[in-house]
């Protein structure tokens, strides 16, 4: 049986991941500080397979305790979510950014060298295209980024280029996740935000739930069909899948190889409040106030290439997202 770590694996999208792959019949074995997430959702994952993983507490800039992985479990490859993603938060504390997300990941790359296992897929994200020049965006789109969490990001897109060009012999897919949203159809697991939600779709479902007053509708002013921003939202679910699509890639892989994993589809911040207030059942409430410094007005998937190569699509539509978010809101409504 292959053994895979995944760091950040009690997060939103590495939990719901370590579903997929346990479901496929790998071993997982996690790493995770928990500074943004907690144990209880390894039990659930635990609950929704009935299989069980391989947990470490720690953080991935300990280089002992990963020497101490990698000499104890025979990992196959790695999946490294393990992060800060707050772009607010990134420009507030930058060092904070670059020390972990920077110094975290050349500390994994380190040790993975040292025991030669040298297959990874690295999180990456849409931010790295910055404010796109077209949509839908294509891998070899320009790269741009305007906050310090972009920048670790594409740092460390340039840092696994570099050392794929020094070495063949690793074999390195880089993710870009456009909007994560949804949650597991069990209700059990889902995005468990620990103060009030910076994204969109968990705010949504905090005011329906009747936690926050109304929804903040950040500018009416772009350049989209109903003047608020489109992006192009996708089910945790199929990112799950979408991770386990290139894990089964990665044997085979020539180079490294860069992969978009989105719908393909935009949607406003207008029509996705209208297809909550669907699944909902009442209308949520909201006012438009001022742009949110730093935001575009669309950026969405051209999703073709991971189609053609990894044989992946996305499954879900948007209200299925919109249902199995509010499912889980409703179970949990203060999260884990
Ligand atoms: P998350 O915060 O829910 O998960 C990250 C996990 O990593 C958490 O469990 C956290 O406790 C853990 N962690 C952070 N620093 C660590 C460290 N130094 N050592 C060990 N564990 C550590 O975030 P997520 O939404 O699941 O995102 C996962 C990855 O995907 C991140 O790298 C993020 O930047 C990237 N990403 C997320 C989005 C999004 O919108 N959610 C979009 C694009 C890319
Ligand atoms: N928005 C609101 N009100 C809110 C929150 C968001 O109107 O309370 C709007 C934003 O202006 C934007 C859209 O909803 O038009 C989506 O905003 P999110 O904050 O949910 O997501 P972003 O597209 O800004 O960014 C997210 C992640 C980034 C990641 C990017 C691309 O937060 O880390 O997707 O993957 F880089």
Redesign the pocket.
């Given at each position: 049986m292959k053994k895979i770590l995944i760091?950040?694996?009690?997060?939103?999208?590495?939990?719901h991941t370590c579903i997929a792959l346990l479901e496929a019949g790998y071993d997982v074995v996690v790493?995770?500080?928990?500074?943004?997430?907690r144990k209880k959702?390894l039990e659930a994952i635990e609950t929704v397979t009935g299989k069980s993983l391989t947990f470490y507490q720690?953080?991935?800039?300990?280089k002992e305790l990963l020497e101490n992985i990698f000499k104890q479990e025979q990992i196959e490859a790695v999946i490294?979510?393990?992060?800060?993603?707050a772009v607010g938060e990134s420009v507030e504390i930058p060092l904070e950014y670059y020390q972990?997300?920077v110094a975290?990941t050349l500390t994994l790359l380190e040790v993975m060298r040292q025991y030669n296992c040298k297959k990874i897929i690295f999180?990456?994200?849409?931010?790295v295209y910055g404010d796109p020049e077209i949509n839908p965006i294509p891998e070899d789109a320009k790269l741009s980024v305007t906050n310090p969490?972009g920048r670790?990001?594409l740092m460390l897109e340039n840092i696994l280029r570099d050392l794929y060009h020094s070495d063949q012999t690793w074999k390195i897919t880089l993710l870009?996740?456009?909007?994560?949203i949804g949650a597991h159809q069990s209700g059990l697991l889902g995005?468990?935000p620990q103060d009030i939600p910076n994204?969109l779709l968990p705010y949504i479902t905090q005011v329906a739930i009747g936690q926050l007053p109304y929804i903040r509708v950040f500018g009416q002013d772009y350049p989209t069909k109903d003047g608020t921003g489109v992006r192009d939202y996708i089910h945790v679910m199929d990112l799950a899948t979408g991770h386990l699509a290139a894990l089964e890639h990665l044997e085979n892989q020539q180079s490294l190889e860069v992969y978009n994993l989105g719908t393909g589809q935009g949607y406003s911040v207008l029509e996705l409040i209208q297809m909550m207030s669907e699944v909902v059942g009442h209308p949520i409430p909201y006012k438009v106030l001022e742009r949110r410094p730093g935001d575009i007005a669309t950026c969405f998937a051209n999703a073709t290439k991971a189609e053609q190569e990894l044989g992946w699509k996305a499954q879900f539509d948007i209200k299925d997202m919109c249902r199995d978010s509010w499912r889980w809101q409703q179970n949990y409504p203060k999260g884990f």
């Open positions: 760091t950040g694996g009690c997060g939103y999208i590495g939990s790493i995770d500080n928990l500074i943004n997430s959702s720690g953080d991935i800039r300990d490294h979510f393990a992060g800060l993603k972990n997300n975290g999180s990456s994200s849409a931010t969490y670790t990001k870009r996740y456009f909007n994560p995005e468990s994204n």
